[in-house]
């Protein structure tokens, strides 16, 4: 079958700027003096600290658990001393109790991670070690993976898709590990596809990556069941409903999850960072972060979870210009920061700087109906409609006009001529209507 | 309106650097702007705008300047009584000003197109709560109460040397006088309103409309091919549909008037359906009522109807089930 130029219904296309880092290598970033680790990087419950003040903790050591099914560990990332359990925002804005780790330098790695071969590990083994070595999506939510693969009884989940499209602007940390870590990621699909029981894995790329493309096709020569899907480079074609689409042609139902149709999405790094887990007996503690924008020297990094974003900054040359935005992820759906003392967690992909006169300070102009903004919306709603009821506080027109579908990709206000901050208002729709039917 | 900043997502009491700007994501946007969508409208009108000045000469350049100039100021007028910033330059007056221009007849005075101008702008647009929220097309508006008021006047057709001449459909309609050849209908000097004697100029504008991605194609195309069929069905000869699709002011109305986003349904289907609706009252006015031209009534009939055929065509959204 030629997978070609896959696409959804919608969409917009956006300077890419991926050109700042896309040809960088990942380079490691030194270690830092302290972390800053979170005990609640993942979606569902927050960790508990095992470690107390003053304790020497190795790279790799679990320092958070917690008995919650919907949870992950989380592991030291440096060799050192607890100093602290302190509590911080997370970069999504979560108030989570954090544990700061004085790094010795020596990087002194846990005894117990060892190889050990996928033949050896029955299904719910993999699914109960990925939650041991703290493995979480990190494309984003930071769902936890052993979660996700497991699915209810009466849920068949017959396709796996590896989401490699990275559709954000300026991030390219999924397009450099698909070129630099391609044997992972084969082994990582494995891995998974045993975990979840399933035949057929496709990994979609968007066009923009022919390289990317081109070395996972290689790397694929004689498998049979994991295919390259190339999909149309279009934003949002990483949403998990969109290339599920693009590729199976298969439509979540409004509501409902990717394993309503048989499907389970995972981004290139959490398969990655399978691997690694099972077959390498690696928690996860350090990931590829993009640092680009309004820095001297853009660059993709591999940095330990808990470094502050200035380390990063200072890494890549400092500010250039005067900063005004910090942003945790991409420019669509990246999370504006107010600390520099913020910390990398498992989902932060990219740190771009926005210096300040790029900010464009646009007025807002009353809505001149050009219908832009349904024509962008992946969910297909009526982004103005609904941003108007939020404006007036009517959240409940805005829940019958389905607010709670939309994937807050950001399509619509990017798009809109009268600047109208529709995504932004649609997201505190949401929030209140999430929050009356917790209520209720 | 009120609009409701929406700003920070955490509180930053604990702020390191309070001089980060914190505001919810996305966080850039295109260079899509009103100011641009209605600039590339101006641009689009050029054409017919020099079309109309070539075959009618100072009349016409006279009505499009004092259009233009009266649509603006009534709009600064009334933002400025209503106490709502005035918002001028975003160019949209300019459009309505150009299109009534193109709507009037050559020999319309100048205090019919003043009276116009304020009309569509005061009444029909900023009445109704100005750009986006008229529920009508303001030029053709205007327009209709031009007609209303002074049929006559609004139906004298001269040419530039003073030859009164009636316009092709009125011609076929009375089955009296002379027509133009096809030719002419196409490149221009036809008898009628000053901004639809040249179909080929303003096809150019149509097709720039299209390409920038302000206007639907389908919205003309279909529109234009729904008259010509329903007038076939209506028993029209097949040798005259080409002097309907050319004349009578069909290309303007359907390539810039139609295609309003605030008068018609913002949805795609819905605006499929609307090009469909104003397509067969054209042809229906034209034959079975007493309105040669019946465009601007198919049209501000369509605009009325927008909002419940808006209702109808809701997209169904992404992974819903009916
Ligand atoms: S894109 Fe903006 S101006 Fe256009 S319809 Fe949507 S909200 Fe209105
Ligand atoms: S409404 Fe939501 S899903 Fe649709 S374009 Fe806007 S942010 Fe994206």
Redesign the pocket.
Known sequence: MDLGKLTFK?GASIPEFKELTSKNPVEVLKSPKIVYIPLHQHSGSPCEPLVNVGDVVKIGQKIGSSNAFVSSSIHSSVSGVVKEISTIYTPTGIKSKCVVIENDGMDEMIESIKERSLEYYKREEIISTLKEMGIVGMGGASFPTHVKFSPPEDKKIDILIINGAECEPYITADHRLMLENTKDIVSGIKVAMKALNTEKAYIGIEDNKPDAIEAMKKELAGEKNIEVAILKTKY?QG?EKRIIDAITNRKVPLGGLPMDVGCVVSNVATIKAINDAILKGKPLYERIVTVTGSVNNPKNLLVRIGTPIEDLIEACGGFKGKPGKIIIGGPMMGIAQFDLKTPIVKGSNGVLVQALDEIKNEEVLPCIKCGK?ID??????E?LF??SYSLKDNYSKCDELN?L?????????Y?CPAKRP??ES??IAKREITAKRKKS | MVEKTIGKTKDDSNSLDNKLIVSLS?HIRSDESVRGIMGDVIIALIPAMIASIYYFGFNAFKLILITTISAVCAEAFIQKLFKKPIRVNDLSAVVTGILLALNLPAGAPWWMAVFGAFFGIIVIKEFFGGIGSNFMNPALGARAALVASWPSLMATYTFPDAVSSATPLQILKEGSGSLPTIQQMFIGNIGGVIGETSAALLLIGGVYLVIRKVIDWKVPTIYIGTTALMLLLLGVDNSQIIYHILGGGLMLGAIFMATDYSSSPVTSKGKIIFAIGCGLLTALFRVKGNLPEGVTYAILIMNVASPLIEKLTKPKVFGEVK
């Open positions: 919608g949002p949403d903004c962008v919306c992946p969910s297909r709603l982004p609904i941003s607010a579908a939309c994937v807050e990709c950001g399509a619509c206000s798009i529709l995504a649609i997201k | 996305p």
